[in-house]
């Protein structure tokens, strides 16, 4: 980061440091969460409570030798060193292992200005370079005045950390919003084709002979359910039993990425996140050399790989993708909304998990993928439940899109805020 402006050890602009590792902490079944350096991820403004563990508020009150404060910034330590979060208002959670937490002292500088700094490439680089060549990577609490923080007015610090938290934190916003479209989708393919409360038609509550039933839950409202031998459990009577084959294919349609547009999305096992309709992050098949396959909108992205077999997405445009990840493709579009809710499923990832376990690098079979069996409701439920979930992944294909574009400009503009190329009126 060329610059010519004056710069500061980033050791001179803090207040205090809150270091809580060495011995490990005792956790407990409950109580505060307790997160980890999986948790500070650069795609979100504060940590996300993943695979937490929980500390008793005995221990929250004894043990730690500091505890976090709003507008501190986590700062990882070890594995992937630099990765840095703002923490909240209020305080959520509590810390030790492989980060601490760094109080910006703002007399001197701007909280949110010292964010936006370590969330650089210049400061990424300069870490990295650091510790080339370790098993480990691994960043010394003694090392941080390595890294110098260009001085700038109060003014131009409060500009530029506002400016970089206001992008982040529409990002973050069209990420909650995604979140609760994802867990709605989740939620009615639960009520109407697991426990099969959908709502009854007009038809069934005429045969039923209690027509005021309309529009209530099917089972709970007394709907006949049968035993079926196949899936060893009841379903609603008139449903037919599918397996996953008779609804989707598996598309290997390869291309190769120099024949099509630069700009067109590529997806590498990266960008895809746990069992989630929407991806947080893609590139430009610019970037990409070898051979790929091509997905289309509404198709379902699956991790071959028995680590990545969780590695599940919905996309929202066309594109390529690696060749490690299966792409799955409705037969007809009636069952789009379907494929999607049933890939998702607990039921199916712990199903195609132990399918090819015990291989020293299991790999996703579609041969057997394509025999998993389900209930399949009829056309008029699931002309319903296209109608409910398709506009639900429509509106997080929008709010996905329009996040790809907010980091883009965040991130080309973040270098020319702090080297003085561009100011913020």
């Not at 004894?62 to 700062?75: K, S």
């Not at 703002?106 to 370079?129: G, M, Q």
């Not at 867990?183 to 009615?188: C, D, E, Q, R, V």
């Not at 709907?223 to 039993?241: D, H, S, T």
Request: charged letters at 25%; proline letters at 6%; glycine letters at 6%.
């Amino acid at each position: 980061m060329k610059s010519s402006f004056a710069r500061e050890p980033i050791g001179k602009l803090l207040k205090a440091i809150v270091d809580n590792r060495g011995k490990t902490v005792p956790t407990a079944d409950d109580g505060i969460p307790l997160i980890a350096t999986n948790c500070i991820k650069e795609s979100s403004l504060y940590p996300t409570f993943e695979n937490i563990r929980y500390v008793s508020e005995k221990t929250h009150r004894t043990w730690f030798r500091a505890h976090l404060q709003p507008e501190d910034i986590l700062f990882v330590n070890k594995g992937t060193p630099g990765r840095v979060c703002m923490v909240p208002d209020p305080v959520n959670f509590c810390a030790a292992q492989d980060m601490i937490g760094l109080r910006a002292d703002r007399s001197k500088v701007y909280p949110r200005y010292l964010f936006a700094f370590l969330r650089s490439d210049w400061v990424k680089e300069t870490i990295r370079n650091y510790h080339v060549g370790l098993v480990i990577p691994h960043f010394k609490k003694q090392d941080l005045d390595t890294i110098t923080v260009p001085k700038r007015s109060n003014d131009e610090q409060k500009a530029i950390g506002d400016l970089y938290f206001l992008l982040s934190e529409k990002i973050e916003i069209n990420n909650r919003i995604n979140e609760e479209l994802e867990g709605m989708a989740k939620l009615l393919y639960d009520y109407w084709f697991v426990q099969f409360d959908f709502p009854i038609t007009a038809a069934q509550a005429a045969a039923m002979g209690k027509p005021k039933l309309e529009g209530k839950p099917y089972r709970a409202s007394g709907g006949k359910m049968i035993y079926n031998q196949v899936l060893k459990r009841e379903i609603p009577e008139a449903w037919e039993i599918s397996d996953l084959g008779g609804i989707c294919n598996s598309v290997r349609d390869t291309v190769d990425p120099a024949a099509v547009a630069a700009a067109t999305p590529y997806v590498g096992l990266e960008h895809v996140p746990r069992r989630q309709f929407f991806l947080d992050a893609w590139e430009s098949a610019e970037l990409v050399k070898s051979l790929k396959s091509s997905f289309l909108k509404g198709d379902i992205l699956f991790g071959k790989l028995r680590p990545y077999f969780h590695k599940v997405v919905k996309v929202a445009m066309d594109g390529i993708c690696t060749s490690e990840l299966l792409v799955l493709r409705a037969k007809e579009p009636k069952f789009e909304a379907l494929i999607g809710s049933i890939v998702f499923s607990d039921i199916f990832v712990e199903s195609t998990s132990k399918q090819w376990g015990g291989a020293q690098m299991p790999r996703a079979d579609w041969k057997r993928m394509e025999e998993f069996k389900f209930p399949l409701p009829p056309d008029d439920l699931l002309k319903v439940f296209n109608e409910r979930i398709l506009p639900l992944c429509e509106l997080g294909g929008s709010n996905q899109q329009q996040n790809q574009e907010l980091t883009k400009l965040r991130d080309w503009l973040l270098p020319m805020l702090m080297n003085g190329q561009v100011t913020v009126g």
